[in-house]
């Protein structure tokens, strides 16, 4: 069992910057590969950035750039750091992992971004 918690959401204004951090915790996990997806409203859920358990980091098209997936593994957290942002990124953002073969998901945290 793995719990995710989300946190860092909130109202910015555009052009500003955000840095989303999900939390991992669960007996005998540790932070690897992990993904951020968001979900605009009415739209699906897409990924926006993932960093394999090696390290490398892809991002979708409308992020590449201006933003960075990181992660620290002495807190066993994943971050999402998103400069330059505009109403298009309004959405609810989620961290997930892949453990054992399940896959889990936090809660989600709120981004809006509006003058």
């Known amino acids: 069992q793995v719990q995710l918690v989300e946190s860092g959401g909130g109202l910015v204004q555009p052009g500003g910057s955000l840095t989303l951090s999900c939390v991992a915790s669960?007996?005998?996990?540790?932070?690897?590969?992990a993904g951020w997806y968001r979900q605009a409203p009415g739209k699906a859920r897409e990924m926006v950035a993932s960093?394999?358990?090696?390290?490398?980091?892809n991002y979708v098209d409308s992020l590449k750039g201006r933003s960075i997936i990181s992660r620290d593994f002495t807190k066993n957290t994943v971050y999402l750091q998103m400069n330059s942002m505009s109403p298009r990124d309004t959405a609810i953002y989620y961290c997930?992992?892949?453990?054992?073969?399940?896959?889990?998901w936090g809660q989600g945290t709120q981004v809006i971004v509006s003058s």
């Open positions: 997930s992992v892949l453990y054992l073969g399940q896959t889990y």
């Open positions: 669960g007996r005998g996990f540790s932070i690897g590969a």
């Open positions: 960093i394999t358990s090696g390290g490398e980091t």
